[in-house]
Structures are given as C-alpha cells and as structure tokens.
C-alpha cells in the first residue's frame, strides 16, 4: 500500500486577512445558535406508523409513565392574577362543553372546533398582552376572545348563526373579531394568513408612530406553509413586533409530527429568519404567560418578533366530527395526567395555597353561573330574517372605514432622482 502523502506545514494552515493564521479547518465567522427550552419536563416518545392486515395505524413508544412536573413559578404574576388566568381558563374549558351539548342538541349550525388542552396557551399568552395591542386567534383559541373581553353568548350564537352574533348569522364558525375597541382580527381559515396580515398591522402602527406587539397562533401543520415563512420573514426584516405562538399538538389533523418535519423542534426555524425562538412547556400557564410578556416587551421596544413553541397535544379531533381514532390510546393517557386546568388548579390550591378548596367551589359556581345565563341568552337570541341576507356582503355605508388608532402615519420622503410618478417610493425604517 501507498504512504499517504504528508501535508505540508504550510498547507495545514491558512493566512487570514490581518495576517495571523489559523487551522484550514476552521470555519471563518462560525455562528452557534440557542434555543432556550423552559420546560420542566421533556418527553420520550416517537410515534410510528405500522400495517396491522390491510389497514396503516399508529403505534407509539418510549417512557410514557413519567411523572407530572410542577408549575414552573411566573417571574412576574401576582397571585391574583393566576388566579385571573385560571378563572380564564376554566370558563374557557366549560364553554366549549356548553357548545358541544349545543352541538349534540342540533343547535348547531355546521362544526365546532375545540381546543381541549390548549387553554394556557390561549388564556395565559393573550393576558399578556397591552390594550393597544392586537390579537389574531385561530379557531381553537377561543380563550384568548375571552380574555379580550368578548363574552361567551358571542362564540354560542356565531356557531348557532343566530341574529345577535357578531356576524349577524352570516357565519357558523369563530370568523369574527372587532378591529375598533378590542384590537382583534379575525380568524382567518387559510393557516398561515394571519401572520402576514398581523405584520402589516405592526407597520401600520409603527408608521402612526408606536411599536406595538401582534399577536397570532399557528399549529404545527399550519407552520410548514409558505405564507408562514413570507410573514415571519417580513416582520423579522422590518423588526416589527409579531409574537408567534406555535402551538405544537403533535398531530395535524391525523399526520403526527413525527411525519411533518425533520428537525427536533420547531423553535429551531426562528434560526432561519435571525430572531429569538424558545420552546416552554404548553401545559403550563406560568410559562406561557412569561414567554408571552417577554415577547411582548421586546416588541414595545421595537427589538423585533419572538416564535415560542409550546408544546402540548389538542385533546380532541381536528373537530367535533373527527374522533382522532388515529391517536394511539397511551397518547391520549399521558397527556390527560398534564390537563393544564387540573395542573394549575393544583398549583393554586395545593402547592401555593392561594385557593382555600372552598374559595375554589365559589369560583367554579360563579363560572358556571355565568356560564349558564349566557347560555340562555344565546339559545334565545333568534335566528336572521331572510330578508337580511343581503346584507353585509358589500361595503355599505362607509362601513369598513378604518381610521389612524395611534396618530397620523409617519414617512420620509427621500430624494428624487427621475422624474415624477404616480407611486412615491416610501422606505419603511
């Protein structure tokens, strides 16, 4: 056999630019990156797909009997406010059952859309948020409505298309939102949508002025979608001050992750833009709400968008018509014993001690209380006149005149250096 050929001094190293040299494996302007994960807890197990005769299922393995972790302690929530948030959330988890009781009564004009053990995540991340600043929920984040001070009788009648909803009947789903006092756009059925449209809603408002936070949700499936990656990449580009909730529940409709993507988590695409990206754990409402305000105070200062990954599974189907027979039962076992509503009663009554079990009793009647009177509001409310369903389809009356809501928008001009045109050139930093 040949001697390999010995490789020079010279070779072995390489001059840089100011003249000191350095090994020829070294990478000039090497860059590492870090995703911080807050989570207490980090699960062991892949999903696979196998044949069983003539039909593909799921099968899933790994330490599927690990212990519950704790409540991880909110840098910055008082006890009243947990217990704010877990008011949030409880009424959040009992009207979804009110509308599935709905559904099962036939008063339900097309599907519902949970989102059984995403309640943190929709209730802590929006009560986060400012008065000036603007939410875009999915259709499973109805908690975050609440929070926003829609009331429970609004997602009742808009699912029964009744007279009183906030579409007037024109809608039987969560299409709605208020963009003059709540500062909430709505949900929008292509996934991905939004996040464009909540970027421009940060320009927008830095152009009058004010940076504020924008804050919306996509789930794991959604996020693989090109118009993501467009509005992501605008709101990194202008440092405009989105705040993206990946809402990480392990299946997209019957693909579980596993299937979807290739890397570890999803966090690691805030890579691919040069912004922040951290993963907490979704069924924890103290983790949520203090990645949410970190998020958001970044984006008052004008420092840019966050992505936080919470990760969690959505207990039930894509929605009320889907079973999620897909899932494998264990699944399902391990993430019940991490019911974010149960976790975070325990930590309040239990751990901390800031609910007395009958204070608790008292707030679980109230929410009911409430609950139940908005219910009766809702069935009540009547069905559209025929007569009205022209309406509302065209822009009457001035009807979606939007007005400056922080001051009159900023742009500077710059030189001109041709000859006058109809579109002036405005550069938007």
């Given at each position: 056999?040949?001697?390999?050929?010995?490789?020079?001094?010279?070779?072995?190293?390489?001059?840089?630019?100011?003249?000191?040299?350095?090994?020829?494996?070294?990478?000039?302007?090497?860059?590492?990156?870090?995703?911080?994960?807050?989570?207490?807890?980090?699960?062991?197990?892949t999903v696979r797909q196998v044949r069983k005769g003539e039909e593909c299922c799921y099968e899933v393995s790994g330490n599927l009997f690990a212990p519950v972790p704790?409540?991880?302690?909110?840098?910055?929530?008082?006890?009243?406010?947990?217990?704010?948030?877990?008011?949030?959330?409880?009424?959040?988890?009992?009207?979804?059952?009110?509308?599935?009781?709905?559904?099962?009564?036939?008063?339900?004009?097309?599907?519902?859309?949970?989102?059984?053990?995403?309640?943190?995540?929709?209730?802590?991340?929006?009560?986060?948020?400012?008065?000036?600043?603007?939410?875009?929920?999915?259709?499973?984040?109805?908690?975050?409505?609440?929070?926003?001070?829609?009331?429970?009788?609004?997602?009742?009648?808009?699912?029964?298309?009744?007279?009183?909803?906030?579409?007037?009947?024109?809608?039987?789903?969560?299409?709605?939102?208020?963009?003059?006092?709540?500062?909430?756009?709505?949900?929008?059925?292509?996934?991905?949508?939004?996040?464009?449209?909540?970027?421009?809603?940060?320009?927008?408002?830095?152009?009058?002025?004010?940076?504020?936070?924008?804050?919306?949700?996509?789930?794991?499936?959604?996020?693989?979608?090109?118009?993501?990656?467009?509005?992501?990449?605008?709101?990194?580009?202008?440092?405009?001050?989105?705040?993206?909730?990946?809402?990480?529940?392990?299946?997209?409709?019957?693909?579980?992750?596993?299937?979807?993507?290739?890397?570890?988590?999803?966090?690691?695409?805030?890579?691919?833009?040069?912004?922040?990206?951290?993963?907490?754990?979704?069924?924890?409402?103290?983790?949520?709400?203090?990645?949410?305000?970190?998020?958001?105070?970044?984006?008052?200062?004008?420092?840019?968008?966050?992505?936080?990954?919470?990760?969690?599974?959505?207990?039930?189907?894509?929605?009320?018509?889907?079973?999620?027979?897909?899932?494998?039962?264990?699944?399902?076992?391990?993430?019940?014993?991490?019911?974010?509503?149960?976790?975070?009663?325990?930590?309040?009554?239990?751990?901390?001690?800031?609910?007395?079990?009958?204070?608790?009793?008292?707030?679980i009647a109230q929410v009911e209380g409430y609950l139940e009177k908005e219910r009766e509001i809702a069935v009540?409310?009547?069905?559209?006149?025929?007569?009205?369903?022209?309406?509302?389809?065209?822009?009457?009356?001035?009807?979606?005149?939007?007005?400056?809501?922080?001051?009159?928008?900023?742009?500077?001009?710059?030189?001109?250096?041709?000859?006058?045109?109809?579109?002036?050139?405005?550069?938007?930093?």
């Amino acid at each position: 056999m040949k001697k390999p050929k010995k490789i020079s001094k010279t070779a072995q190293t390489k001059i840089s630019k100011n003249g000191a040299k350095r090994p020829a494996t070294a990478l000039p302007q090497q860059r590492t990156y870090s995703i911080p994960d807050y989570r207490l807890e980090k699960p062991s197990f892949t999903v696979r797909q196998v044949r069983k005769g003539e039909e593909c299922c799921y099968e899933v393995s790994g330490n599927l009997f690990a212990p519950v972790p704790p409540i991880r302690d909110s840098k910055y929530l008082s006890k009243q406010q947990c217990i704010e948030i877990y008011r949030w959330m409880v009424l959040n988890r009992k009207m979804e059952q009110a509308l599935e009781n709905l559904y099962k009564q036939g008063k339900v004009v097309g599907g519902v859309y949970f989102g059984l053990g995403q309640e943190a995540c929709s209730c802590a991340s929006a009560y986060a948020l400012s008065k000036d600043d603007w939410l875009a929920p999915m259709i499973r984040n109805q908690g975050s409505l609440l929070v926003r001070d829609f009331e429970p009788r609004d997602m009742m009648m808009q699912y029964m298309a009744k007279a009183d909803s906030p579409t007037k009947g024109r809608d039987g789903t969560s299409h709605f939102g208020d963009i003059y006092k709540r500062n909430v756009v709505s949900p929008i059925s292509m996934l991905g949508d939004l996040i464009p449209v909540l970027a421009g809603v940060a320009l927008g408002a830095r152009l009058q002025g004010k940076n504020i936070a924008v804050m919306t949700y996509i789930g794991d499936g959604g996020q693989s979608t090109g118009v993501t990656y467009e509005g992501i990449n605008l709101a990194a580009v202008q440092n405009l001050g989105l705040v993206l909730f990946v809402e990480s529940n392990l299946w997209a409709y019957s693909t579980p992750s596993e299937m979807q993507y290739k890397v570890q988590d999803l966090a690691e695409r805030a890579i691919a833009y040069g912004i922040p990206g951290v993963i907490v754990d979704g069924t924890d409402a103290c983790q949520i709400y203090d990645a949410a305000r970190n998020a958001v105070e970044r984006a008052h200062r004008g420092e840019g968008p966050t992505l936080i990954e919470a990760k969690m599974m959505r207990m039930k189907g894509h929605a009320i018509h889907d079973a999620a027979d897909y899932v494998p039962k264990p699944m399902f076992e391990y993430w019940r014993k991490r019911d974010p509503i149960a976790r975070f009663e325990n930590y309040l009554v239990n751990i901390k001690k800031w609910l007395s079990p009958q204070e608790h009793e008292n707030l679980i009647a109230q929410v009911e209380g409430y609950l139940e009177k908005e219910r009766e509001i809702a069935v009540n409310s009547p069905m559209p006149a025929p007569e009205t369903a022209e309406g509302g389809v065209y822009c009457e009356n001035g009807c979606h005149e939007i007005k400056p809501k922080y001051g009159t928008p900023k742009t500077r001009q710059g030189r001109r250096t041709g000859p006058k045109t109809a579109e002036d050139v405005v550069h938007l930093k």
